[in-house]
């Protein structure tokens, strides 16, 4: 047995050596295939003898069963965000603050790169991975360890006279691997991913940890806490890291000043194209820990670290074509067909140009260079032409008078086309696609190949006849990729889809210019759908935040004897027309009060806490003016931030915001 042990822990131990020297050095000594047949040996000897299986085997990184779900644990000291800071200005008062509070001791910066990741914290116990807690809201997050065991750069034991132990990092997901994810998805049909850190965050909370595993997450680590407290510099702490085994970026710097900062501030923004992960910005922080801890926290951030954050990237490609695509109320989109360039952590091929107007403003013609960026990192836009690169032979575009034979307008004051034949194949699918969407109807199961397909057989004309599926399911059964447990799940989601309370199945009707918002607001004032349909246009523009346009379209709407038809088979199919009383504001503490969110919040969504809002009498609105009461602050907030304090509008951090409400209501909400 002494002798079936050692091989075991040899053999454990010149794989982990392997994987430390691949995954985190990048200094392999051997071929995959040699690294594959180790790995192998491995795996037949613990099939051989299951009894000598531990838990720190190298073997646990491929994923094991699925978990019914994640547990909440503490964190043992908080793991708190950093003030954000966007101009060389605000670095210039971050620095001169703190030179305020350390009374011109001398004292230095780290500067490195801030990794647009998820935040983890690794606990080790006798040596040996105990735990992996994400961030959540900085005091208490999800315990992910059956994932974070998958990440190969994370050492599951680690030798030495350390043994108690806690590493913080950033788990990461590479652009390449993002790009191979996202090729595999579209090969299959499905909806891609936005980017890599969402993409990330999703991966370290799926149940199937075998899932995560196929995704190759990364991680940099930056911070070692022994019995609660850091090494006396961040210097240190990063070398002792490195020591450990743990994978440290090397894109590090120690400043003596604020130019030196800037230095290595312009150095990476220059070269942040050659990174095969995404950065949003440079992580700055006092070195040494005596003068963090003289310097002290504000709210939820450090005074002796910021994070300054770069502009969105801007590349140029060209148009290749101008496609026009047709939504559910058959508004016409034009969209840039883009020559395929890699912009903020994915390809861009396609950009949408929003209408005739947004064409002509900015003369974007088929065959222009123009500049791209991400709107929020996320969605692409065409910011400009670079007209010194436009071909002599390129012209305006115009749109057509009619697409796949149907004929589109534009009525005077539309800024969009629309499409006139409300037969059209196309209008049906988008607006199917709208009614069975997660904010509508959320019917899980009817994606856009499968609409497309019932469209095509004629299963589905309008969006009632979702509700007259049954009468398909023996011929649906007989399609490829089906079969009765498929079939089933389906006519589950439809069933449990009437269950939807009255606004949402008013937002999945498609009502032009009703949005979620407006179809709350109608819902709120009419009692039920026989009520709104009698409304007039009168009655409806005396409604506060009703206006001509929605007045006008509901009106049309509801004289509209097809959409009058549609509606009565909903009804008949059970739907819910009429308003609840759960469905009333809790209170009416909020009244009169609007509030705007911006940035991310580490509590809840942005829309689950404007639901909190409404249900005390409040209103959530997308756009700070004057007359808006507060504005929310989470992580990195945008324009919406800078034009609260433009406008001298009250800004409240997440925990302020939740202490008003807490206030209000007498108690704390759970998160």
């Not at 990364?218 to 085994?245: P, R």
């Not at 739907?575 to 009383?581: G, M, N, Q, V």
């Amino acid at each position: 047995m002494f002798e079936l042990i050692t091989k075991y822990e040899n053999l454990k131990a010149e794989v982990e050596k392997h994987s430390y020297l691949y995954y985190v050095k990048n200094e392999p000594v051997i071929s995959d295939r040699e690294f594959d047949s180790l790995f192998d040996e491995l795996l037949e000897f613990e099939k051989a003898h299951p009894e000598l299986v531990t838990d720190d085997s190298p073997t646990k990184r491929v994923g094991g069963e699925p978990v019914e779900g994640f547990t909440t644990v503490e964190h043992s000291q908080p793991m708190l965000s950093l003030q954000n800071t966007y101009t060389r200005e605000e670095v210039e008062e971050f620095d001169a603050r703190v030179r305020k509070g350390l009374e011109n001791v001398k004292f230095s910066y780290t500067a490195e790169l801030k990794f647009d990741g998820v935040a983890l914290s690794l606990v080790y116990e006798n040596g040996k991975l105990s735990r992996a807690v994400t961030r959540g809201d900085g005091f208490k997050g999800d315990d992910v360890t059956s994932n974070a065991v998958t990440i190969r750069s994370i050492p599951l034991s680690v030798a030495g006279d350390l043994k108690n132990f806690e590493v913080r990092g950033e788990v990461y997901m590479t652009n390449p691997q993002f790009e191979k994810i996202n090729k595999e998805r579209a090969e299959n049909g499905d909806k891609l991913y936005a980017n890599p850190r969402n993409t990330t965050a999703g991966s370290l909370k799926l149940l199937d940890s075998k899932i995560t595993a196929s995704r190759n997450l990364q991680i940099y680590c930056y911070s070692l806490l022994v019995d609660g407290t850091e090494q006396e510099t961040n210097e240190k702490n990063a070398e002792i890291l490195k020591e450990m085994g743990f994978p440290v970026s090397p894109h590090f710097a120690v400043c003596n000043s604020v130019d030196e900062i800037f230095k290595f501030i312009d150095e990476w923004d220059a070269r942040r194209t050659e990174l095969p992960y995404m950065i949003d910005g440079i992580v700055v922080k006092v070195n040494e820990k005596k003068y963090q801890d003289e310097l002290g926290f504000v709210a939820r951030a450090p005074r002796w670290a910021m994070a300054y954050k770069y502009e969105a990237e801007s590349m140029e490609t060209q148009v290749l074509d101008i496609q026009l695509q047709i939504g559910r109320t058959g508004a016409v989109t034009p969209v840039a067909i883009l020559e395929p360039i890699f912009v903020s952590g994915s390809t861009v091929s396609r950009a949408s140009l929003h209408n005739a107007d947004y064409i002509a403003e900015k003369d974007i013609r088929v065959g222009d260079y123009v500049m791209v960026e991400k709107g929020g990192e996320i969605i692409p836009k065409v910011t400009q032409v670079v007209l010194a690169k436009r071909p002599n032979e390129s012209v305006p575009f115009e749109f057509p008078a009619e697409i796949d034979g149907a004929a589109i307008h534009r009525n005077e004051g539309d800024a969009a086309h629309y499409v006139s034949d409300k037969s059209s194949k196309t209008i049906i699918k988008r607006k199917i696609e709208h009614f069975v969407s997660r904010n509508a109807m959320d019917i899980d199961g009817m994606g856009e190949r499968i609409i497309d397909d019932f469209v095509e057989k004629g299963w589905l004309n309008n969006v009632a006849d979702i509700y007259d599926l049954e009468q398909h399911r023996p011929d649906m059964q007989e399609l490829e990729g089906w079969g009765e447990k498929s079939t089933t799940k389906l006519f589950e989601a439809i069933e449990k889809s009437k269950t939807q309370p009255y606004n949402r199945v008013l937002f999945g009707l498609g009502i032009r210019f009703i949005g979620e918002k407006g179809a709350k607001l109608l819902t709120k004032n009419f009692k039920s759908i026989t009520e709104l349909e009698n409304a007039d246009y009168d009655t409806l523009k005396a409604i506060h935040e009703v206006g001509d346009v929605m007045a006008a379209s509901v009106v049309d709407y509801f004289n509209d004897e097809d959409e009058l038809n549609i509606i009565g088979k909903l009804k008949r199919a059970g739907l819910i027309f009429e308003s609840d009383e759960a469905d009333e504001p809790q209170s009416d503490a909020l009244a009169g009060q609007s509030f705007v969110f911006t940035g991310e919040l580490i509590r809840m969504t942005r829309k689950e806490a404007g639901q909190i809002v409404e249900n005390l009498g409040g209103k959530q609105t997308g756009s700070v003016s004057k007359k808006t009461s507060y504005v929310v602050v989470g992580d990195s907030p945008g324009s919406k931030y800078d034009k609260a304090v433009e406008l001298g509008v009250t800004v409240l951090t997440e925990d302020q915001f939740f202490e008003m409400i807490e206030g209000l209501v007498g108690f704390k909400y759970s998160y």
